[in-house]
């Protein structure tokens, strides 16, 4: 098989504890994802340098849900017939965002809940020419975050 | 700033809402004619026509009221098109108030078409990798309703929302629809029904997701002055359009969106976007929920519904559910919404749809609301929210 490759480059780190890559104002702290470049997004804030910055590995659910039916084109469905997926909006409490990605495989709605501790892994979302196209997911941890 | 000087809304007029494939225009010109009547005005009168653009018809579509214009026959009318997602309507008519506000014109057309293809609203081909609309599609294989059911779903753990109450939502707003002539959907529907449907994203069945439709709204608005000149001494007044867009950070997750605004280094701002769309409207009428009569929300979903009941200021945070197992939200109740029958009888034609509340507003206003009038209307909101931070909402008085 192919080496995998991310489906988007410089989104995300790969390995073991990989991290979502975004940006942060120099000036003023304020974190965008995807990475932003050009003015800082702070209306109160002029800042320009704008720099990688890894979020936070672990967060907890926003709300979760999921997809029943294939989505359209531009997706790619990883297998036929298509398999459903869930998805999950997971709150950053350090970077002060919440970021949607879809559900580690396994997963569906019913093992999540809005508080649930959740930490971030790469999988492959599908395969484009054999090469597998890797992609952030939420793996659910279990715990509900009091 | 103090309240504006209200107008008048002469005439209005709709194409019924239903999937044929036609020109979009030809939908907008039945719309327009219709309104022209409703008015007693005449197309030759008309000095000015807004429009909301329909992304999926090409470039026609993107110059929706030059080629409207056209179809009605070129009359010599400046044109504006607009595009503001689901919010296009609101803008295209803020554009017709103002101008005729500053006194560049007396009468004008506000009107919206759309035709739509069938299933999921998908971005248009082609690879974009600095699109996020087309990335979410091709990374998540997030679609519109997955963005519905995470608000619906929170609804559920923080509230206690129950799947029989979003389902609740729809047999509401199916009796509303069911003596609307211009609704697509006009068959009433059991709790059991919706319950029974396909789930398409948890919690989220298909009766409780909008459909996409055609269909065309039109609005012929005109200055109080002219309205006066016309013999129409009390018309249906526009007395707020809220245009607003977020205050940084917005931290609540808004499709096409991966990620919200950052409050790593700035405070949330007191008000959501949703609840700062209707408070705009509220503050430059003047009035508060407690003076509406009814309101029209954008119900893309059940659940969302049930958000701007809270969004709006009809009941606090948490407390949606009740309001409408208590019968308030509908007709007959104490403050009906979407007598009209919703998105969930009329399915989405984006760029009417905003226009099309401004229809069923000035019908109940009116007190021509056949079948789902609500008694003694006098004041009314209609509320949605578009795409890319577009915020919309209509205040109408008797």
């Known amino acids: 098989m192919a080496a995998s490759v991310p489906a988007i480059e410089g989104w995300f780190t790969t390995g073991d504890e990989p991290r979502l890559l975004g940006s942060r104002c120099t000036d003023c702290g304020t974190v965008t994802f995807p990475r932003a470049s050009g003015l800082c997004r702070n209306p109160g804030c002029r800042g320009r340098e704008l720099v990688a910055h890894e979020l936070a590995r672990v967060g907890t659910v926003w709300s979760y849900t999921d997809a029943r039916y294939q989505p359209p084109p531009p997706f790619v469905p990883a297998s036929e017939p298509f398999e459903p997926f869930a998805l999950a909006a997971v709150e950053l409490a350090e970077d002060g965002l919440v970021v949607l990605g879809q559900v580690a495989a396994g997963f569906g709605v019913e093992d999540l809940r809005v508080g649930m501790r959740v930490e971030l892994v790469v999988e492959t979302l599908h395969e484009l020419d054999g090469v597998p196209q890797l992609i952030w997911r939420w793996r659910p941890l279990g715990e509900v975050a009091a | ?398």
């Open chain 2, 1 to 398: 700033m103090s309240a504006p000087e209200p107008v008048a809304v002469l005439g209005v007029g709709m194409h019924p809402w239903g999937k044929w494939g036609r020109p979009f225009h030809e939908y907008g010109v039945e719309a327009a004619l219709a309104a022209f009547d409703d008015a007693g005005v005449a197309w030759s009168e008309v000095q000015f026509v807004a429009a909301g653009e329909t992304v999926r018809n090409g470039y026609p579509g993107y110059v929706a009221a030059s080629t409207l214009t056209q179809a009605l026959g070129w009359n010599g009318a400046r044109v504006a098109s607009c595009y503001a997602a689901c919010a296009s309507g609101a803008t295209a008519l803020e554009a017709a108030r103002t101008r005729i506000l500053a006194g560049l014109c007396d009468v004008a057309l506000v009107v919206g078409a759309d035709t739509t293809p069938k299933g999921f609203l998908a971005p248009v081909a082609g690879e974009r990798w600095d699109d996020p609309d087309w990335l979410r599609f091709r990374l998540l294989g997030a679609t519109n309703p997955a963005y519905f059911a995470l608000y619906a779903r929170r609804r559920m753990d923080l509230y206690g929302a129950t799947a029989e109450d979003f389902a609740r939502v729809k047999v509401k707003n199916a009796r509303h629809g069911r003596h609307n002539p211009h609704a697509r959907y006009r068959k009433e529907v059991t709790v059991e029904e919706v319950l029974a449907s396909p789930v398409v994203a948890d919690p989220l069945h298909l009766l409780e997701i909008c459909a996409t439709s055609d269909g065309a709204a039109a609005v012929v608005l005109a200055s109080m002055d002219y309205a006066r000149r016309r013999g129409v001494a009390s018309p249906v007044r526009v007395r707020a359009v809220s245009t607003v867009t977020p205050r940084f950070p917005n931290t609540i997750i808004e499709l096409p969106a991966f990620a919200t605004d950052s409050a790593a280094a700035v405070a949330p701002p007191e008000l959501t976007f949703r609840d700062s769309i209707a408070a705009a409207a509220y503050e430059e009428a003047g009035l508060g929920p407690e003076d509406l009569s009814l309101a029209e929300v954008y119900d893309l979903s059940t659940a969302l519904e049930l958000d701007w009941y809270e969004n709006i200021g009809l009941c606090k945070e948490g407390e949606a559910e009740r309001l409408l197992r208590d019968g308030d939200t509908a007709i007959g109740g104490r403050i009906p919404v979407n007598p009209s029958g919703g998105l969930a009888c009329f399915g989405e034609a984006v760029p009417a749809q905003a226009i099309a509340q401004v229809c069923e507003l000035t019908w109940q206003l009116r007190g021509q609301a056949t079948g789902r009038q609500v008694e003694g209307a006098t004041a009314g909101l209609a509320v949605n929210q578009g795409l890319f931070g577009h915020g919309s909402a209509v205040i109408l008085t008797a």
